[in-house]
T-cell receptor
Framework: GNSVTQMEGPVTLSEEAFLTINCTYTATGYPSLFWYVQYPGEGLQLLLKATKADDKGSNKGFEATYRKETTSFHLEKGSVQVSDSAVYFCALRDTGTASKLTFGTGTRLQVTL | NAGVTQTPKFRVLKTGQSMTLLCAQDMNHEYMYWYRQDPGMGLRLIHYSVGEGTTAKGEVPDGYNVSRLKKQNFLLGLESAAPSQTSVYFC??????????????FGNGTRLTVT
């Protein structure tokens, strides 16, 4: 079956630090990969996506590259801000009926001044 | 532009009580989902629907029932609530399954506590 593994948190960084959140996956088909962000008390918002190997998704300074050879989709940002503090979820959507989203367990990011 | 709307936002139940969570979407999406979110476990799929009048079980369906009488609405029912059902529940909707490039759109969640 499909699965997504994320690095455990929490991740605590100072403002302007470089961020990497690791994500690896297993899938039976040809999945699309997503990063969602959840701010406190809110639902999940799509942050970025990549739909095929070597695609790079980007949004709000965040980037992630779909690496089929290493089955990875690591999230990066060059300079984090306090407002980036949130929980980040890696997810995949595979081909097939219903095409459900499979999530990682989430990584909490805390950015301090 | 409402997107996916969940009601209620919060609810406290006693063990054995019943309730229904309502999800409504205005994006004309075929597919709808119910997930629960628990600390350290990410989001787990409870039930889903691929169209009006259809429902199917996800990973953790026990203790829940669902109905999709109208395309825009997806109801999640708890017939006899248990403390293990204390969680945050999220509804989502999406384009059909073959549109794997399309993301799921989520509501803001319902926080349920069962005492």
């Amino acid at each position: 079956g499909n699965s997504v593994t994320q690095m455990e948190g929490p991740v605590t960084l100072s403002e302007e630090a470089f961020l990497t959140i690791n994500c690896t996956y297993t899938a039976t088909g040809y999945p699309s990969l997503f990063w969602y962000v959840q701010y406190p008390g809110e639902g999940l918002q799509l942050l970025l996506k990549a739909t095929k190997a070597d695609d790079k998704g980007s949004n709000k300074g965040f980037e992630a590259t779909y690496r089929k050879e290493t089955t990875s989709f690591h999230l990066e940002k060059g300079s984090v801000q306090v407002s980036d503090s949130a929980v980040y979820f890696c997810a995949l959507r595979d081909t097939g009926t219903a095409s459900k989203l499979t999530f990682g367990t989430g990584t909490r990011l805390q950015v301090t001044l | 532009n409402a997107g996916v709307t969940q009601t209620p936002k919060f609810r406290v139940l006693k063990t054995g009580q019943s309730m229904t969570l309502l999800c409504a979407q205005d994006m004309n999406h075929e597919y709808m989902y119910w997930y629960r979110q628990d600390p350290g476990m990410g989001l787990r799929l409870i039930h889903y629907s691929v169209g009006e009048g259809t429902t199917a079980k996800g990973e953790v369906p026990d203790g829940y029932n669902v109905s999709r009488l109208k395309k825009q609405n997806f109801l999640l029912g708890l017939e006899s609530a248990a403390p293990s059902q204390t969680s945050v529940y999220f509804c989502a909707s999406s384009l059909p399954g073959f549109e794997r490039k399309s993301p799921l759109h989520f509501g803001n969640g319902t926080r349920l506590t069962v005492t």
